[in-house]
């Protein structure tokens, strides 16, 4: 059964940094794609960034580029963003997913239960 757990979400002032850590279980992360979404209220599911197998190749919504930078860890099953200058605009609640459509990092792409339950992220001062 495949798991994704999300940690590392909370409040903080603009400006300020935020390291969100995913751990997967129950697939060959080998073989698969990682990636993070994050959900506004009222606003539609959006992509963040997405990680190929092998950690070579990334892609980045054009919001996040700059300040974003997605990382995964083979060995510990573990895909990470870190978060740097965060803005109000970047509050969301902040899923963690696995088979990531790199090129289209189209949501719905991936199958539903390759979803993690998601961390909320608060920026406002």
């Known amino acids: 059964q495949v798991h994704l757990v999300e940690s590392g979400g909370g409040l903080i002032e603009p400006g300020g940094s935020l390291r969100l850590s995913c751990e997967v279980s129950g697939l060959p992360l080998d073989y698969y794609a990682l990636g993070w979404f994050r959900q506004a209220p009222g606003k539609e599911r959006e992509a963040v960034s997405c990680?190929?197998?092998?950690?070579?190749?990334?892609n980045y919504a054009e919001s996040v580029k700059h300040r974003f930078t997605i990382s995964r860890d083979n060995s510990k099953k573990t895909v990470s963003l870190q978060m740097n200058v965060l803005k109000p605009e970047d509050t969301a609640v902040y899923y963690c997913?696995?088979?990531?459509?790199?090129?289209?990092?189209?949501?719905?792409?991936?199958?539903?239960?390759?979803w993690g339950q998601g961390t909320q992220v608060t920026v406002s001062s």
């Open positions: 990680i190929d197998s092998s950690g070579s190749l990334t």
């Open positions: 997913a696995a088979s990531c459509p790199i090129a289209s990092m189209d949501p719905s792409a991936i199958p539903r239960d390759y």
